[in-house]
């Protein structure tokens, strides 16, 4: 069992930068590969980026690769989604997620657990 809560969302304007957190609690998070996805209005929710709690690997959606940054902390059982240069396209709200195994960006029905996602506007 794993319960998710992002934070961090809010209101900004083109060009500049957010960082989401979603804070983990459970156990055996080793086993398991953590997410964002996103969903704009009208929208499907589409992946944005994974890394695994066991060794850290990335992996990005290209629309954000380069401006986006997962990582993770693992003392605080947190990861973090660090988003600069933030486009008004980019607006949507954003969901932690988690997943045994790993994430496959095209089956967001394939997540095990979600969080009740945080609002990010970005203005023009």
């Known amino acids: 069992q794993v319960q998710l809560v992002e934070s961090g969302g809010g209101l900004v304007q083109a060009g500049g930068s957010l960082r989401l957190s979603c804070a983990a609690s459970?156990?055996?998070?080793?086993?398991?590969?953590f997410g964002w996805f996103r969903q704009a209005p009208g929208k499907e929710r589409e992946f944005v980026a994974r890394?695994?709690?066991?060794?850290?690997?990335?992996y990005y959606a290209d629309s954000v690769k380069g401006r986006f940054t997962i990582s993770r902390d693992n003392a605080k059982n947190t990861v973090y989604l660090q988003m600069n240069s933030l486009k008004p396209e980019d607006t949507a709200v954003y969901y932690c997620?988690?997943?045994?195994?790993?994430?496959?960006?095209?089956?967001?029905?394939?997540?095990?657990?979600w969080g009740k996602g945080t609002l990010v506007t970005v203005s023009s």
């Open positions: 997620a988690a997943q045994i195994g790993v994430i496959v960006p095209t089956r967001p029905n394939g997540i095990d657990y």
């Open positions: 459970g156990r055996t998070f080793s086993v398991y590969t």
């Open positions: 890394i695994s709690w066991s060794g850290g690997s990335t």
